[in-house]
């Protein structure tokens, strides 16, 4: 089973950036979709960003547009989110998950999930 841990979260001031990193084990990503999700308290889990398997399909979402880049790195089997200009309401556990192959923004689509990593911004 394909099992991720996310890293690169915590407190970071309004302004500020972060770098998100999903590492699998146990598989490689060839064959897998990326997505980044995030879920805040009280609120529904919304997706953030996504890379296909081929890397022609990579798609951002609501407010991440133009502040979020997505990378990937077949070689050490991680994805990268870096967050750039990050605003208190990006506060949030972050979550990345794998499909096959091609991206999808519905987190019922993805097989795969990690256990989250908590971002807070906040001065």
């Known amino acids: 089973q394909l099992q991720f841990v996310e890293s690169g979260g915590g407190l970071v001031q309004p302004g500020g950036s972060l770098r998100l990193s999903c590492a699998a084990s146990?598989?490689?990503?060839?064959?897998?979709?990326i997505g980044w999700f995030r879920q805040a308290p009280g609120k529904e889990r919304e997706a953030i960003s996504c890379h296909s398997a081929d890397g022609d399909g990579i798609s951002y979402h609501g407010s991440a547009k133009g502040r979020f880049t997505i990378a990937r790195d077949n070689a050490k089997h991680t994805v990268y989110l870096q967050m750039n200009s990050l605003k208190p309401e990006d506060t949030a556990v972050y979550y990345c998950?794998?499909?096959?192959?091609?991206?999808?923004?519905?987190?019922?689509?993805?097989?795969?999930w990690g256990r989250g990593t908590q971002v807070t911004v906040s001065s």
């Open positions: 998950a794998a499909r096959p192959f091609d991206c999808s923004d519905i987190g019922i689509h993805y097989v795969y």
């Open positions: 146990r598989f490689t990503l060839d064959n897998y979709a």
